[in-house]
């Protein structure tokens, strides 16, 4: 049900586009509505100090995003929208949830993955060179984004025994961190840095757990 409903969005947004682009009033202002879509590499930052480096880890995520125009030419903007973002950890912190409290520990031994589904709030101040006739075009965004984690998901295999966690308590379903595209027509790279970690209330032997995420990859934008 929820693939329907996120194919239903894409599909209405990008007619939405289509139409934009076929009755655009050409001129000084203009404005570049957009879908994204975004390839990641990712890590868990500031791990306590008996955790490991994460393994390979990705995120993907997919959007559209609305232009608020801030001068006459057409290339400053403020620019806010909605997407869903998918995360995946391939990490050294064993997560479980036991009588509904969240426990946190080192095992060299387990295997242990995060999976993750949010939806995705980007706020940009954006800078471009593009004009109402051109759509190939240098470009820098820079923002916020706000993050609402509707379902999460830790996984531990150990000794052949495998358990499932699913939206532990200690989980902070409310995040936001700093976003930066720079890039030329449809590649560009991108950058996002959590500013909130990712655990609430949490610690392992004594030592608080600050874990947060910085994902680089691309973005592409789709006019």
């Keep these: 049900m929820r693939n329907t409903i996120l194919f239903f969005l894409l599909l209405v947004s990008t007619f939405t586009v289509n139409a934009q682009k076929d009755s655009l009033q050409l001129g000084d202002r203009y404005a570049d509505d957009q879908l ?32 608020i125009i801030l001068n006459k030419r057409g290339n400053i903007s403020i ?32 295997s242990n993955v995060f999976k993750s589904h949010n939806l995705e709030f980007p706020i ?3 800078w471009r060179t ?27 295999e150990e000794n052949s025994t495998v358990a499932k966690y699913k939206n532990i308590s200690n989980y902070n379903n409310f995040q936001y961190g700093l976003t930066l595209s720079a890039g030329y027509d449809e ?27 910085l994902k680089f990859g691309f973005i592409f934008y789709i006019l």
Excluded: C, M
Aim: avoid cysteine.
């Design 130 to 156: 593009s004009t109402a006739r051109k759509y190939s075009f240098w470009r820098i965004y820079g923002g916020v984004k706000f993050l609402y984690n509707f379902s999460n998901t830790f996984k531990v």
């Design 187 to 213: 590649f560009n790279i991108n950058v996002f840095y959590s500013l909130r970690p990712i655990f609430n209330n949490a610690t392992i032997s004594g030592e608080d757990i600050n874990t947060s995420i």
């Design 79 to 110: 620019a806010t929208g909605v997407g869903y973002g998918f995360d995946f950890f391939n990490h050294k912190l064993k997560v479980e949830e036991i009588n509904g409290n969240t426990i946190f520990s080192s095992s060299p031994s387990s």
């Design 124 to 126: 940009e101040l954006r």
């Design 36 to 67: 994204y879509l975004s390839v990641s590499y990712a890590q868990f930052l500031n791990q306590p100090q008996p955790i490991t480096r994460s393994g390979f880890s990705y995120g993907l995520s997919t959007g559209f995003i609305k232009d």
